[in-house]
């Protein structure tokens, strides 16, 4: 893979960063195939067409309302959604969660980035408790200083409140040049320009490459892995 690369600004300029906000899927993990089963069999069991993949893939990073909004072009509204919501996450609890795998990388990664004494936050739409959940499965939770999933008290990206009101109180002494959002998805990018955070673009992942770039990301990974060497100390003994 190409070695990352960057927007505007050199690497060295994310010496300063304290603290890295990662989104989950796409980003981190290859969760792709569990969420689109489950999405499939939800949307199949209330009586609307079962979406392709691709369909799937292009909603990653939505709330889950608003991906079955997507996925059955406005049909499916009110309660009918949180029908199709919470039979959802009662499939990706029995099935879905078991398919997702961390990327090549990723759990080296984290532990690479903490050990620079860099705080972590994992930060996602999914559910508050889902995303705990999966961290665990994944074994990625002692890694994780902050976790920030959606629940009825959170905004959710890309609401700069989310950051401002929900995660910035949690993450003292962390100015906004000193935060960097690293995701896959033009959510991710919003969330970030929306609370004037850094930018750097998980290019290997869910989000529509055309739309991301407009975005303009500060930086861009081809691989997770590479995250570490853009960011390293100087005198780390890394």
């Not at 990388?105 to 999966?134: D, F």
């Not at 869910?206 to 930086?219: I, Q, S, V």
Request: proline share 5%.
């Amino acid at each position: 893979m190409s070695a990352a690369f960057t927007s505007g600004r050199i690497a060295m300029d994310l010496m300063s960063i304290t603290t890295i906000l990662f989104d989950f899927d796409g980003t981190l993990a290859s969760s792709l195939e569990g969420i689109h089963v489950c999405f499939r069999e939800a949307l199949f069991m209330n009586g609307y067409p079962e979406p392709s993949l691709e369909d799937v893939r292009r909603t990653v990073g939505l709330t889950l309302e608003e991906s079955v909004r997507r996925l059955t072009h406005g049909q499916c509204d009110g309660e009918q959604t949180e029908d199709v919501v919470t039979l959802y996450r009662a499939l990706y609890t029995k099935k879905g969660r078991a398919m997702a795998t961390l990327f090549p990388g990723a759990m080296e990664t984290l532990a690479a980035v903490k050990a620079m004494g860099i705080r972590i936050a994992l930060v996602s739409n999914k559910s508050h408790e889902g995303l705990r959940r999966l961290a665990a499965h994944l074994g990625i939770e002692s890694c994780i200083d902050v976790m920030q999933g959606a629940d009825p008290a959170s905004f959710r990206k890309p609401d700069a409140r989310l950051y401002t009101e929900n995660l910035a109180p949690r993450l003292p002494e962390a100015g906004e040049s000193q935060v960097l959002v690293v995701g896959d998805t033009d959510t991710d990018l919003l969330f970030a320009r929306n609370a004037s955070l850094r930018s750097c673009w998980a290019a290997y992942g869910y989000g529509d490459p055309e739309g991301c770039r407009a975005l303009a990301p500060e930086f861009i990974l081809e691989d997770i892995a590479q995250l570490p060497g853009l960011i390293r100390r100087p005198n780390s003994g890394e």
